[in-house]
Nanobody, 125 residues
Framework: QVQLVESGGGLVQAGGSLKLSCAAS????????MAWFRQAPRQEREFVAA????????YYADSVKGRFTIVRDNAKITVYLQMNNLKPEDTAVYYC??????????????????WGQGTQVTVSS
């Protein structure tokens, strides 16, 4: 069993930065694919970024590429999402997720096995 706890959300002006953290429990964390998703009001949960456990390869949604960076620290059992140059359209609840796979990631939220409770990110114009 893996438990995920997000932190670091908040209110920021457009152009600003935030760093989200996702603290995980469980001995197998380092092997899992980790990802961030987000969900705005009345919209479906969408993929933001993922990082593989096998080699730390990273993948991003086109909308955040070049602005967001996902990294993992296996020693701290934590995955981070550094968000720069934030835009009002980035406003959403951000969720950390874990997928019981190695060497593979999915952009479909249905394929993730564990979820955090979410953290609100609000970007004002």
């Amino acid at each position: 069993q893996v438990q995920l706890v997000e932190s670091g959300g908040g209110l920021v002006q457009a152009g600003g930065s935030l760093k989200l953290s996702c603290a995980a429990s469980g001995r197998t964390f380092s092997r899992y694919t980790m990802a961030w998703f987000r969900q705005a009001p009345r919209q479906e949960r969408e993929f933001v970024a993922a990082i593989l456990g096998i080699n730390d390869s990273t993948y991003y949604a086109d909308s955040v590429k070049g602005r967001f960076t996902i990294v993992r620290d296996n020693a701290k059992i934590t995955v981070y999402l550094q968000m720069n140059n934030l835009k009002p359209e980035d406003t959403a609840v951000y969720y950390c997720a874990a997928q019981r796979t190695t060497g593979y990631y999915s952009r479909r939220y249905e394929q993730y096995d564990y979820w955090g409770q979410g953290t609100q990110v609000t970007v004002s114009s």
